[in-house]
């Protein structure tokens, strides 16, 4: 399994909304791992951004914290923690590929 970056993608916010559709599309075939860490509380990308990567993701993990959009500056450690559980997999599973 290739989890290059090679999808769709775009320097400015505003087009990166259209190529969402492109990106979903990008994740159903491949079975990409998937990690979504997210602010419950994200005013901008509420929590249904998150799973809706489920949909194209099935076995996408979805970690909702109890912080808003800039989840970085206040949940540091969480977010961190969440992406270090998750790599060993991700890696075992593309060295075996």
């Known amino acids: 399994m290739s989890i290059a970056p090679n999808w769709p993608c775009s320097p400015t916010f505003q087009s990166n909304w259209n190529l969402y559709p492109a990106v979903h ?17 994200d005013e901008i990308f509420g929590p249904a951004g998150a799973e809706a990567f489920r949909r194209d993701a099935p ?12 989840l970085l500056e206040s949940h540091l450690d969480e977010v961190a923690a ?11 599973a593309t060295v075996a590929a």
């Open 59 to 70: 076995n996408a993990e979805i970690l909702l914290l109890d912080g808003g959009h800039f």
């Open 82 to 92: 969440a992406v270090l559980a998750f790599l060993p997999a991700v890696l075992a």
């Open 25 to 41: 599309e990008w994740l159903r075939p491949g079975g990409v791992p998937v990690l979504a860490v997210w602010g419950r509380n």
